[in-house]
């Protein structure tokens, strides 16, 4: 019963969510300001990452397409090159394949690169690199050479754009031994796991989503740090319940929150988990509440219907 309650609630609720017009208005919107005080639109919450993580350590460099003049095609970047100067703030050419494994090679020689993709969908481009080069040579050199480097960007659907640029990466790149995959939803998780990722020392796929980019969300002081910093493969509980779990990432979290709300009048209590991470996977905090509520639904903006399981799976019955 409660399966196929949840079943009905959560595909109208994230199909009729994603047809909102003004969602590409606000996630496009040129964010002047943070907000009101006590809250930061996402875009501000990377871009201060960002600022935060150049100054503390004069080995973090950006490169990609229109992430200095323009300051980034939605505006990550803002400020940094006149901060930063070229020589950390680097436009590159529309090359993915070149411009990726400019930044794999000085990962490998000590630098720690964020590498922003304009989408991941382009990321294609520079498979090789990623694959191949990135996530292996750790595995390959016996654990003698790191790649420090954080592959950013947009991941897949958004409002009004084409099928090239709509497509999620997080079941692909979940699959590969040597990356690991983050998926923040809101503006403490974006700081928090940007800076981690920067931070890390193996390949860190950061999959940003295009609409949440000019949403406000509440942030605390805690947040503002410049030392806060989220640790890489825990997940949070956003909403306690007792009768299903529901996991998601990205803005998926945010539909599942809704979800819940509505599914809450039909007498039905939700937990709702943020995974924040997908590998690592937080099978700890997801086989705790599984264990509570006896019931498992998931999320995904993945293209339906997956042919295998997707990285925010867990055991049916984990042990009690």
Request: glycine fraction near 8%; aromatic fraction near 6%.
């Amino acid at each position: 019963m409660l399966q196929a309650i949840a079943s009905r609630a959560l595909p109208g609720l994230l199909g009729g969510a994603l047809g909102r017009a003004g969602l590409q208005q606000a996630a496009r919107a040129y964010a002047v300001t943070a907000g009101h005080a006590g809250e930061m639109t996402v875009r501000d919450a990377l871009n201060s990452a960002l600022d935060e993580e150049l100054a503390r350590d004069p080995s973090v460099y950006i490169l990609g397409e229109e992430v200095g003049e323009y300051q980034g095609a939605y505006k990550i970047t803002r400020g940094l090159l006149q901060k930063y100067g070229s020589d950390r703030v680097r436009d590159t050419p529309i090359t993915e394949a070149g411009f990726t494994g400019i930044a794999v090679g000085s990962a490998f020689a000590g630098l720690r690169p964020v590498c922003e993709f304009m989408t991941f969908n382009f990321s294609l481009q520079a498979i090789d690199q990623i694959i191949n080069s990135a996530a292996k040579t750790l595995y390959m050199s016996a654990g003698a050479i790191n790649c420090p480097i954080v592959f950013r960007g947009p991941n897949g659907a958004a409002a009004g754009v084409g099928a090239q640029h709509s497509q999620c990466f997080a079941a692909w790149f979940s699959s590969v031994p040597g990356l690991k995959v983050v998926s923040p939803y809101d503006a403490e998780d974006a700081r928090g796991l940007l800076k981690a990722a920067i931070r890390d020392n193996d390949p860190v796929m950061f999959l940003e989503n295009e609409i949440l980019y000019g949403q406000s969300f509440p942030i605390s002081e805690q947040v503002l740090d410049k030392d806060f910093v989220l640790p890489i493969g825990k997940a949070k509980v956003m909403r306690p319940g007792k009768s299903i779990t529901i996991t998601a990432h990205s803005k998926m979290v945010g539909f599942s929150l809704q979800a819940a709300d509505k599914l809450a009048a039909e007498g039905i209590d939700c937990e709702v988990i943020n995974l924040r991470s997908l590998k690592p996977l937080d099978r700890d905090t997801i086989a705790a509440s599984v264990r509570k509520t006896h019931y498992l639904a998931t999320a995904h903006p993945l293209t339906p219907p997956p042919k295998t399981p997707t990285p925010d799976s867990t055991p049916q019955n984990p042990n009690p």
